[in-house]
Structure formats: structure tokens, C-alpha cells
């Protein structure tokens, strides 16, 4: 999936200084100020290829780094 840019994207979060361009890029995002805190929202397309897959096998996996799992949402 690559990250792209969408209407209301205004900032980017850029990537941690311990990781490598390869391991992280910068995402823009559209930064909300909403009842339960702050939240970011990303866009990603899928490629041909990961299309098939999710059609294959109706999953998609949601990986998070750090110390916990904040409140995620995942939607189309």
C-alpha cells in the first residue's frame, strides 16, 4: 500500500530519525481536533496485486509501533 494525498491532507508526520527512508517514509495527513483528542487521517492506495489478495482472502493486517495500541479506526 503507498500512502497518498487526499482532500483535507494539511500536514505531514515525517519519519522517526531511528528509522530508514526504507523502513518509513513521511504521510501526509489531515489533523483533526475532535471530542476525543486529536486524530490523523491517511489514505492509502492498493495496488493490483494487493487487490487480489484482499479479494483472496478478505483480510488486511494493521501493524503498530511503540508501547501499546492506541485507538485505531480502518475504513473505506
Not at 496485486?49 to 479506526?73: C, D, N, S
Amino acid at each position: 500500500m503507498t500512502p497518498v494525498t487526499f482532500d483535507g491532507v494539511n500536514t505531514t508526520l515525517n519519519k522517526p530519525d531511528s528509522m530508514t527512508d526504507e523502513e518509513c517514509g513521511a504521510l501526509p495527513v489531515e489533523l483533526r481536533y475532535g471530542e476525543l483528542g486529536i486524530n490523523f487521517t491517511s489514505c492509502w492506495e492498493l495496488s493490483e496485486e494487493e487487490l487480489v489478495l484482499i479479494m483472496k482472502t478478505k483480510k488486511v493486517y494493521l501493524t503498530v509501533y511503540g508501547y501499546g495500541m492506541p485507538p485505531v479506526a480502518m475504513y473505506v
